[in-house]
C-alpha cells in the first residue's frame, strides 16, 4: 500500500468504507438469529453478550465511517486510517472466532457444523467488500481462522484436528483470493486515475492550443490590419503618381524626357502590381468574390499577357513562347486572367535560363492552360507549400523581384472561386508545369465591343465632382481630367463636396471611399444625391486592403475601383458611368 498514490489509495478506502457499511445491517441479521438458534442454558451470558458486542461494532462502524470519509484525507492522515482499521478489523475477527470458543463445548453436532461453516464462510463473504485494502482484510481472516483453529484444536476428536488442516488451507484461499481482489481494485483506480490525468492533459492542451490558435488569430488580425494600413498610405501617392506620369507622358517631350518618363512608369507599375496582389489577396480573405462567366476567345487574352510580360522574360534572356489557340472557354476573363498572370509572372521569377511557354490542350469538354517554365522546379515536399499565403522558395533575401509570395495562393483561390481546376507538376533542377482547366464553349462567340480611350473620345463638358481627403490625390486627378476635356471640381470632406454641388451640380461624381471622421465615400454620394434629388452617377474608388472595409465599400452597390488605377481604366470606368445613367 505504501508504493500507492495517495489518491488510489484514498479511492481504494472509500471503497471499502462504502462496501462496509452497507454490510452493517446484513451482519446484524445473521448475527442476531444465530445467537438465537446456538443459546441455551449453558452459554446464554457469554453468546449475548458476544451478540451484542458485534452489533455495538457494527453501530459504531456506521457511525464512524462516515466521519473518518468527510476528513482531508492527506497522505498522513491515511496512513493512520488504514492502521486504525487494520486493528479494528483484526478485533472484528477476533470477535467473530471467539463464537466457536463460546458454542462448540455445548453444542450439538448440528450446532457446531453450523458454527464452523458460519465462520468459514464470513471472510469468503468479506473478500470483495475488504480486499481492497488488504492488509486491513488480511487481519481480519488471519485471527478469525486462527481463533477458530485455536479452538478446534483442542477438540479431543481427531476430526476437528483435521479440520485445523482444512482451516489453515481455507486461510490461504481466502488470502490469495483476497490478494487478487485487491490488485484488480488497485490497477482498475490507477487505470482510471490515468484516465482522469490523461484527460486534463488533453484538456490542458486544448486550452493552450485554443490560447495559441487565438493569439495566432489576433496576430492574423493585426497582420491584416498592418497591411491594410500600410497598402492604404501606399496606394494614395502611387496612384498620384501614376495619374501625374499619365498626363505627362501626353505632353511634348524629348527623346530623353520620354525615356526617363517610361523608366518612372516603369517603376510605378511594379509598385501597383505588388499592391494589386495585396489587394486581390484581401478581396479572397473579405469574400468579395463575385464572377461572371460568359464566353470569350482565349488567345487575344493570352496575347495580352504576353504583350505585358514577354518584355520581362526577354530583359533576363529567356525565351517566352505562346502556342496560337482559336479555343473559346466559359469562364470569368479578368479572373482567369489574374490567374493565368500569376502563373506566367512565377515562372518568369524562378527561370533563371531556358524559358517559358504557354500552350492549351483540348480534353473533350475542357481546356487545359498549360504554362511550362525550365526554372529551379519544386521538391514533391514542397509542392503544397507554394500555395500558401507569403511562402517564397528560393529567396531567402525576399527580392522584390520574385514578388511577395502570393502569387500562387491567388491564383489557386481565384481558380477555386471559379471553380476551375488549377495542378502542378514539377522536377527539381528540371522545371514545373502548371495546369489551368478552362470548360469549353461550343457555340458560336457574339462579337465584343471595343471600350473607348480617353485619346479617342474626351469628357468635353462632363462636370466631375471629385471627393478625396488627399492633396496630392485631388491635384492629379484635376489634371487629368481636366486633360481629358472634363470640368474637375474638387471636395476634401462631406461639407464641402455639398457647398460644390449645390452650385454647380455635376455629371459624376468620384469619391475616395475613405473619409475624414467616420464618413465615407457611400455617405458621401448618397448625401449628394439626396440633396440633388437626382441618381447622379457614381464612382467609388478606394486604397483599403481591409477586408471588412472591402465589404463595406462593394456591399454600398456603387461601382468600386481600387487604387492604384491605371488611367485607361478610369477612363473606361467614368464611360461605363455616363452610359448607364438613365
Not at 450446532?111 to 486491513?136: C, K, N
Request: proline share 4%; aromatic share 6%.
Amino acid at each position: 500500500m505504501a508504493t500507492l498514490k495517495l489518491q488510489t489509495r484514498i479511492d481504494l478506502l472509500k471503497l471499502v468504507f462504502s462496501n462496509m457499511r452497507e454490510s452493517v445491517f446484513p451482519t446484524i441479521l445473521i448475527v442476531v438469529p444465530l445467537s438465537w438458534a446456538l443459546s441455551n442454558k449453558n452459554n446464554m451470558q457469554a453468546l449475548t453478550a458476544w451478540c451484542v458486542t458485534q452489533i455495538i461494532l457494527q453501530l459504531f462502524l456506521l457511525w464512524e465511517l462516515p466521519r473518518l470519509l468527510a476528513l482531508d484525507l492527506t497522505q498522513q492522515r491515511v496512513n493512520r486510517i488504514v492502521v486504525w482499521l487494520t486493528v479494528m478489523l483484526a478485533v472484528h475477527g477476533l470477535v467473530w472466532g471467539a463464537l466457536a470458543w463460546i458454542t462448540l463445548d455445548t453444542s450439538s453436532p448440528v450446532e457446531s457444523i453450523l458454527v464452523i461453516a458460519v465462520l468459514l464462510a464470513i471472510p469468503g463473504a468479506s473478500t470483495l467488500a475488504m480486499a481492497p485494502l488488504f492488509p486491513a482484510f488480511a487481519a481480519f481472516c488471519v485471527v478469525e481462522i486462527l481463533t477458530l483453529g485455536s479452538r478446534l484444536w483442542q477438540q479431543p476428536e481427531q476430526t476437528f484436528q483435521v479440520l485445523v488442516v482444512l482451516t489453515g488451507v481455507s486461510l490461504l484461499g481466502f488470502l490469495g483470493q483476497g490478494f487478487k481482489a485487491f490488485v484488480v481494485s488497485r490497477e482498475s483506480f490507477e487505470l482510471r486515475d490515468e484516465n482522469r490525468e490523461l484527460v486534463a492533459l488533453l484538456s490542458l492542451e486544448k486550452a493552450h492550443a485554443q490560447a495559441e490558435h487565438a493569439r495566432a488569430d489576433l496576430a492574423n488580425m493585426a497582420k491584416s490590419k498592418f497591411l491594410a494600413a500600410a497598402s492604404h498610405d501606399l496606394r494614395q501617392p502611387i496612384f498620384a503618381q501614376g495619374l501625374f506620369l499619365d498626363v505627362l507622358s501626353r505632353t511634348p517631350l524629348s527623346a530623353h524626357q520620354t525615356e526617363l518618363v517610361m523608366s518612372a512608369r516603369s517603376a510605378s507599375l511594379a509598385s501597383s502590381d505588388m499592391l494589386n496582389t495585396l489587394l486581390d489577396f484581401s478581396r479572397i480573405e473579405a469574400g468579395i468574390t463575385a464572377h461572371t462567366r460568359q464566353p470569350f476567345a482565349l488567345q487575344p487574352l493570352l496575347h495580352k499577357i504576353e504583350n505585358d510580360l514577354a518584355p520581362l522574360a526577354d530583359a533576363i534572356n529567356l525565351v517566352y513562347r505562346c502556342r496560337e489557340t482559336q479555343v473559346v472557354v466559359d469562364s470569368d476573363a479578368s479572373l482567369v486572367e489574374m490567374v493565368l498572370r500569376n502563373l506566367v509572372s512565377n515562372a518568369i521569377r524562378y527561370t533563371e535560363r531556358g524559358g517559358i511557354l504557354v500552350a492549351c490542350r483540348s480534353r473533350g469538354e475542357e481546356v487545359v492552360v498549360e504554362v511550362w517554365d525550365t526554372g529551379i522546379g519544386i521538391a514533391p515536399e514542397h509542392q503544397q507549400d507554394i500555395f500558401r499565403e507569403f511562402h517564397q522558395l528560393g529567396n531567402p533575401e525576399r527580392d522584390r523581384n520574385k514578388g511577395l509570395g502570393l502569387g500562387l495562393a491567388i491564383a489557386e483561390a481565384w481558380a477555386k472561386v471559379l471553380g476551375h481546376g488549377l495542378s502542378l507538376s514539377s522536377k527539381p533542377g528540371r522545371g514545373s508545369v502548371f495546369r489551368f482547366t478552362l470548360p469549353r464553349y461550343t457555340g458560336t462567340l457574339m462579337p465584343v465591343d471595343v471600350a473607348p480611350s480617353p485619346q479617342s473620345m474626351g469628357l468635353a463638358g462632363i462636370r466631375i465632382l471629385v471627393i478625396d481627403d488627399d492633396e496630392v490625390v485631388r491635384s492629379a486627378m484635376r489634371y487629368l481630367l481636366q486633360s481629358w476635356g472634363g470640368d474637375c471640381l474638387c471636395a476634401a470632406s462631406l461639407g464641402d463636396a455639398i457647398a460644390i454641388a449645390q452650385r454647380y451640380p455635376p455629371a459624376l461624381i468620384i469619391s475616395d471611399f475613405r473619409l475624414k471622421g467616420a464618413v465615407t465615400g457611400a455617405h458621401a454620394i448618397a448625401a449628394i444625391r439626396g440633396m440633388l434629388a437626382t441618381r447622379t452617377p457614381a464612382l467609388l474608388v478606394t486604397g483599403d486592403t481591409d477586408p471588412a472595409r472591402l465589404k463595406e465599400a462593394f456591399s454600398s452597390g456603387t461601382a468600386l475601383l481600387h487604387k492604384p488605377l491605371a488611367a485607361d481604366l478610369l477612363y473606361q470606368a467614368i464611360q461605363k458611368a455616363l452610359a448607364d445613367q438613365p
